[in-house]
Every structure is written in C-alpha cells, then in structure tokens.
Nanobody, 121 residues
C-alpha cells in the first residue's frame, strides 16, 4: 500500500517562500506520477501541478513561474517549491500519487494527509 506523508507547511508572509515535501513509501516510486493539490477553507480541492515519472511537469496557470515541482527518485520524495506567495495561496496542500505505467495507468490514486500553508502578514 502506498503511503504519502507531507511536511513543510506553516505560516509565511506575502512574498515569502516555502518548500513542501512528500515522502513516498510502499511501492516503486518511479512507477507513479506525483501531484500537488490544494484546498482553501470552504472551497473545492484543485490541482496545483504534477510531475510524471520521467520528470516532465505541468502547472495550473495561477502558479506558473512561482511554483516548481521536482522529484528525487533516490529519496522517494516529491517537492513543491513555492515562491512569491500570496494570501490567496492559503490552503491545505495535499500530495497525490497516480500509477503512471500499464496496467491500470492513471488509476490507483493515493493521498497524503495534507499540510497547512498560511500566507498572512
């Protein structure tokens, strides 16, 4: 069973930076695409961005140029570097793992417990 554990959240001032980490265990890390999602209080969960097993990334338009996703296959960890943070980025951030190879490519989704990011002065 895949287990994901996020860390690195906290309180940061507008314009500041944070780096979130997601530790992966329980399966073969390179077989999974990894994603970051966020859920502001009272709103629906939304995609921040993702990184496939080969390293290609994609991002929501709202974070392009400010956020960067990377993965370290040796450490079985995915990162979300967040720069130039804005108050509207306040949310619980979740790590996601999705199978990236056949069979069942695109299925077998797993979620972490989430980590709170608060951007406020």
């Amino acid at each position: 069973q895949v287990q994901l554990v996020e860390s690195g959240g906290g309180l940061v001032q507008p314009g500041g930076s944070l780096r979130l980490s997601c530790a992966f265990s329980g399966s073969i890390f390179r077989l999974y695409a990894m994603g970051w999602y966020r859920q502001p209080a009272g709103k629906q969960r939304e995609l921040v961005g993702g990184i496939v097993s080969g390293g290609s990334t994609n991002y929501a338009d709202s974070v392009k140029g400010r956020f960067t996703i990377s993965r370290d296959n040796a450490k079985k960890t995915v990162y979300l570097q967040m720069n130039s943070l804005k108050p509207e980025n306040t949310a619980v951030y979740y790590c996601n793992a999705r199978r990236d190879v056949l069979p069942n490519k695109g299925s077998n989704n797993y979620w972490g417990q989430g980590t709170q990011v608060t951007v406020s002065s």
